[in-house]
């Protein structure tokens, strides 16, 4: 009899642009941008964000030798966790770390740029573990392990950010931030990354209402992340990047308004599982 292998998303950041911590925000949760995805015993990152650090802490005591990190964008809230990754120091572990936003630079330079004085003391140089720079085009396929298949897509932020479309065992999971809309437009090719999913995550920084004042910080709606869950035929969507400021109850009627047009959806919280 053959078993289905795992194939489950931890959130360990769903919070967008800065790390919040206060009572408020105890549920919803306070780390920026990291998304755990496992396929089998596969290990896949997106971002590295501030919630990157407790996935490290957690990995190196599962004892997880072997991890892709894929970066949606190297803004500041998807990368600041980076340097204190405790897996980057460890002589035994296997990391790829991937990119495909960038026209002017590569993976490699992404790091080393950032990890550079005198906003940081000490380069990439001191990283122990094997690390290889991987860069794609968006649009290409990548192949990173054993019956796992992404699809990539370019999405609509400023700078430039990448989709996935995670293929794994017969389902799918798809990664849709840092991404815009057009009002009334539902974007092919975010639709090609989400369609059919079992789960996908959006960027939902603002509701439709305050979208009409913020249309120009490259973030999606709420309502927006229904619409194309609804037009895809995807099983659940989860909203992700939170606005910095919004509190545990805010997200909770956010959450009910979203479920009441589309069962499916849901608030994410950092540490929350959900297997597919
Ligand atoms: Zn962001
Ligand atoms: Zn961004």
């Not at 959130?11 to 408020?24: E, F, H, K, Q, T």
């Not at 941008?33 to 971002?47: M, P």
């Not at 550079?116 to 290409?140: I, L, N």
């Not at 659940?236 to 939170?242: F, K, L, Y």
Request: charged residues 20%; negative net charge; glycine residues 10%.
């Amino acid at each position: 009899m053959s078993v289905t292998p795992r194939f489950d998303v931890k959130i360990w950041g769903a919070r967008g642009s800065l790390p919040v911590a206060s009572p408020c925000f105890a549920e919803f949760g306070s780390n920026t941008v990291c998304i755990e995805v496992r396929c089998g015993d596969q290990v896949l990152l997106f971002d590295a964000g501030s919630g990157i650090g407790m996935a490290g802490k957690a990995l190196l005591e599962q004892g997880a030798r072997h991890l892709n990190l894929f970066f949606s964008h190297c803004h500041y809230d998807h990368i600041l966790g980076l340097p204190f990754f405790i897996p980057f120091f460890m002589p035994d572990m296997v990391i790829d770390i991937w990119s495909g936003h960038q026209s002017d630079a590569t993976t490699a330079t992404m790091i080393s740029d950032f990890m550079a004085r005198p906003f940081f003391p000490v380069g990439p140089e001191v990283f122990r573990a094997k690390v290889t720079m991987r860069d794609f085009v968006p649009g290409a396929v990548l192949m990173p392990g054993d019956g796992v298949v992404m699809h990539t897509a370019r999405l609509d932020h400023p700078g430039g950010a990448v989709g996935y479309r995670i293929e794994f065992g017969g389902r799918v999971v798809a990664m849709v931030f840092d991404t815009c809309h057009t009002p009334d437009v539902l974007d092919p090719g975010v639709l090609d990354l989400i369609r059919g999913a079992d789960l996908f995550l959006y960027d939902a920084t603002f509701s439709d209402e305050e979208f009409k004042t913020f249309a120009h910080f490259g973030h999606s709606t709420w309502q927006h992340g229904v619409r194309l869950a609804q037009a895809a035929g995807a099983a659940r969507v989860g909203m992700i990047h939170h606005a910095t400021f919004r509190t545990d109850d805010e997200l909770t009627r956010i959450e009910q308004d979203a479920q009441a047009l589309f069962p499916g959806a849901f608030c994410g919280r950092d540490f929350q599982v959900i297997s597919v």
